[in-house]
């Protein structure tokens, strides 16, 4: 054997032996790095992966739930859902786009269902780019006799089937249209939010009113058909399939025949003359129990039927919906419009005089019919004298001299008592009620006004007459500003004045539970006394008792109140009068009606410059044991 001389052959030097154990580490290395890996994915995760593999294979295809019904407080239906026939495209089953057997398609259906063939290309490209293995509607609510043709020639309509889905119904049509609301499909927007995490692209949810409040309530579960498809996505089969569980129940306080009431009192107001010749524009009624905050009725007019959007809504119709020349009957103006509160803010104003000692119940204060307050003269409405009045006969005759002098004797007085007070019975705030977009109302204050003098809105800052203004609530508002406050909050102060509790939240939910160990009564409402009670429940009580049947009752129509055991000194009502049982607890209801807009331009006065009301709500507070007849005679 062949052997090299010792001499030739390379020493092993320390150098040489780390670099082998450097290079055969590192080749180690590597080699375990790769083993483990492969054990890793083929071991440990091996479940995993094939469960991915088998959802390659299978797809959910969402089956839509029927929401849930909302019924009033006695279980009438006020909304529930309706089977409609909608004629729907498997878009994997149809003619290959741009195809003869395609065109020859959309031409039979254009016959068919009134379409054109672009509008329904459109819709299934759309809906199918959002919802690859969802049938795509092309129409709803076909006749049936439509429904029978496809059906009995299915070889002239190729991937095009009929399905019954459910539609929201609404069957008192206009009736509390704006507080019930809208549905739709889900917006990309929507999709962002906290509150509709885990709801499907397609999903038909709440847009508007109790329907997007309570939504997660009334939406129900969807169900689901597995389809399986192949490698190409192209369905296979179907799996059984998960039934759709339909939304839960809504009880709300409401009362069906009172909303009703109301609102074809509002809607027969319709045109009748209401301020100076002024026709009513539209209005709003709230009938609520304040000693909980439960909403027995409430309705703005005009009014739309949200039955129309259960189906795709037209440009030009969502446009009229929300024109000043219809009277935007989208808006809800029993939350979402500012309005005077009118003399019932006088019970405001007789709180803040008693609190800061201005005035006793006793104090005596001359009405001539009108007083001079720098230099503008504020009269009476009708220019009517009442003499010498003490608190609570001011309060039976509505002086507006009386309440003038305590809005000038209140102004600059530290702390703001009247806007204080106004504030603390819930008025410049909202409400709290379980609708949404509901704004806040305005209480003029020195602040507001010289923030609006500052920007240039108005022509000077805050004057005592802001005051006497505000002490009636016939403040004008600056520079379109937002009007004092709301129809709701109306006969919230009042209702709290009378009983000395603190305000319930306003709810339209029927049987609102609060925590054990809150405090909170079982309806969830807080109710505390609050300073001041005993004098002012006496006056109220007085003042309910007296003014509707007081010779010299005041204008704020307290002589058209319906009484148990009396007859009203007025003429019956032509309109239908808003009752309750007798037997029922004490409510209150406030309605508003508006003038045209815009107003005409005020006519030139030979006497002094009396105040000025802007559009002042038409009717008042009430609180009875029965209902009030509307003030539009």
């Not at 030739?8 to 890996?37: C, D, K, S, W």
């Not at 089956?63 to 909608?86: K, Q």
């Not at 027969?268 to 301020?275: L, N, Q, R």
């Not at 009636?472 to 009378?498: E, F, I, N, T």
């Amino acid at each position: 054997m062949l052997q090299l001389p010792d001499d030739r052959r390379p020493p092993i030097t320390p150098q040489l032996a780390l670099r082998v154990a450097i290079l055969g580490g590192a080749a180690l290395t590597m080699f375990a790095i790769i083993f483990f890996r492969l054990w890793y994915l083929q071991v440990l995760s091996g479940d995993k992966y094939v469960a991915q593999a088998q959802n390659n294979q299978i797809r959910d295809v969402v089956v839509p739930a029927p929401r849930g019904d909302i019924l009033d407080r006695n279980g009438r239906v006020l909304v529930d859902n309706r089977v409609s026939i909608a004629v729907q495209a498997q878009v994997e089953k149809l003619p290959p786009l741009h195809t003869p057997a395609r065109r020859v398609l959309m031409r039979r259906l254009r016959v068919l269902l009134g379409v054109t063939p672009a509008k329904m290309e459109r819709d299934i490209r759309q809906q199918h780019r959002l919802l690859p293995y969802q049938d795509v509607t092309l129409k709803q609510d076909v006749p049936s006799a439509v429904r029978d043709y496809v059906l009995e020639r299915q070889n002239e309509f190729p991937g095009i089937n009929v399905q019954r889905v459910f539609l929201r119904s609404y069957p008192h049509h206009e009736l509390a249209a704006q507080i019930f609301g809208t549905v739709g499909q889900i917006s990309p927007e929507q999709l962002k939010r906290a509150r509709f995490r885990g709801v499907q692209q397609g999903t038909v949810v709440g847009k508007g009113g109790l329907e997007y409040t309570y939504d997660r309530y009334l939406r129900g579960k969807p169900g689901a058909t597995r389809v399986q498809v192949d490698a190409l996505g192209r369905p296979k089969g179907e799996f059984p399939q998960r039934q759709p569980l339909q939304g839960r129940q809504r009880k709300l306080s409401l009362d069906l025949g009172l909303e009703q009431a109301g609102q074809n009192a509002m809607a027969e107001a319709g045109g009748i003359p209401i301020v100076n010749g002024e026709k009513n524009r539209g209005g709003a009624f709230v009938a609520l129990d304040p000693t909980d905050g439960e909403l027995l009725g409430m309705g703005s007019y005009p009014s739309f039927d949200p039955n129309i959007f259960a189906k795709p809504l037209k440009e030009s119709t969502f446009k009229k919906l929300n024109s000043e020349n219809t009277g935007a009957p989208l808006i809800n103006r029993a939350i979402q419009s500012g309005y005077p509160t009118g003399s019932t803010f006088k019970l405001i104003t007789a709180l803040a005089a008693l609190s800061t000692g201005t005035i006793t119940p006793d104090t005596v204060i001359d009405d001539p019919g009108s007083v001079q307050i720098g230099n503008i003269v504020f009269h009476n409405a009708g220019g009517t004298a009442h003499g010498a009045v003490a608190l609570r006969q001011a309060l039976q005759v509505s002086s507006d001299v009386f309440y003038y002098k305590m809005g000038a004797a209140l102004d600059g007085v530290r702390g703001e008592p009247l806007q204080t007070w106004a504030h603390r019975l819930g008025l410049g705030r909202p409400t709290g009620i379980d609708l949404p977009d509901e704004i806040s109302g305005l209480i003029p204050s020195p602040e507001w006004r010289n923030r609006l003098f500052r920007k240039r809105l108005t022509d000077r800052p805050w004057s005592v007459g802001d005051n006497v203004n505000l002490a009636v609530a016939a403040h004008r508002p600056a520079a379109g500003a937002a009007r004092q406050d709301r129809s709701l909050r109306s006969p919230g102060h009042h209702g709290r004045a009378a009983s000395g509790r603190q305000r319930a939240r306003r709810h339209l939910r029927r049987r609102v539970r609060g925590l054990p160990g809150s405090g909170l009564r079982k309806d969830g409402h807080r109710a505390a006394p609050q300073p001041g009670r005993p004098v002012l429940v006496r006056l109220l009580r007085a003042r309910g008792q007296r003014t509707g049947t007081h010779p010299g009752g005041g204008h704020g129509r307290a002589g058209r109140v319906r009484r148990p055991g009396r007859r009203a000194r007025r003429p019956a009502d032509p309109l239908p009068v808003l009752r309750r049982p007798e037997e029922a607890r004490h409510r209150l209801l406030a309605y508003v009606l508006e003038p045209t807009w815009p107003p005409p331009p005020p006519r030139a006065r030979s006497t002094a410059a009396s105040r000025s009301r802007p559009s002042r709500p038409a009717g008042r507070c009430r609180s009875t044991r029965s209902w009030c007849s509307p003030p539009w005679a």
